[in-house]
């Protein structure tokens, strides 16, 4: 869906050697890479488990980032395949879908459905919850998805032991998704390390599947001041 190739054993030795290295470290099995020719610096992680994991990542990232800074985007990246976030997000996705589907049932059963006058109810309170329901249900889909992100940093900063490594590469990141933004939201967006569509700042965090940028960057350098155990 994103224009992906699969990246053969002989290309980008450097790049194979340092997942398997980070892998190795976070007691993974060494994921399926994937190349995927954009001019948006960005990256993802997917694979219902471990077992299957893949990693992608754009030319343009691996063109942006020095060493130290694109270490801290794979070990992102297979944060959230150690964390099964892609089945978290297949689980909150499927809850959010029903509760909608459930709240248009309800909408046509009370348009075209037999209704008894004694046990109407209140159709005004039955109608805000439908619309209510919905919403209430896609936002904590979206507080779950940003919420991943922040365990999938921590992760990192933790497998590298380097946050300011990461915090580095996020800010680049960002700057990138402005200069390139993709013109329409691929239906993996919520997978990318940052918002293809944008920059990621605070404006509209609560409609967003990734938090502002500003705030991850705020979390990784606390965590690179905090004195070692």
Do not use: C, W
Request: proline residues 6%; neutral net charge.
């Amino acid at each position: 869906m994103n224009g992906a190739r699969e990246l053969p054993e002989h290309e980008l030795p450097a790049l194979r050697r340092m997942v398997g290295e980070l892998a190795a470290r976070a007691g993974l099995p060494l994921p399926r890479l994937f190349v995927i020719h954009d001019s948006q610096p960005n990256a993802f992680a997917t694979g219902r488990n471990p077992e299957h994991g893949v990693v992608a990542v754009t030319t343009s990232l691996m063109a942006l980032m020095n060493e130290r800074e694109l270490k801290g985007v794979i070990a992102h990246e297979l944060a959230h395949i150690r964390h099964r976030d892609i089945l978290v997000a297949s689980v909150a996705a499927t809850i959010a879908a029903a509760v909608a589907m459930i709240a248009q049932v309800g909408h046509f059963a009370m348009l075209f459905g037999g209704r008894d006058d004694e046990e109407e109810g209140n159709p005004l309170g039955a109608l805000l919850l439908m619309i209510v329901a919905p919403i209430a249900a896609t936002l904590i889909q979206l507080g779950i998805s940003r919420s991943r992100e922040y365990l999938a940093d921590a992760g990192a900063a933790r497998l590298t032991g380097d946050p300011a490594g990461l915090a580095s590469a996020l800010e680049k990141l960002r700057r990138g998704a402005e200069l390139h933004p993709r013109e329409q939201a691929p239906a993996t967006a919520s997978l990318f390390i940052m918002n293809p569509l944008g920059g990621g700042r605070r404006l509209a965090t609560l409609f967003s599947t990734h938090p502002a940028v500003e705030e991850r960057v705020r979390r990784l350098r606390q965590m690179t001041l905090l004195p070692e155990a």
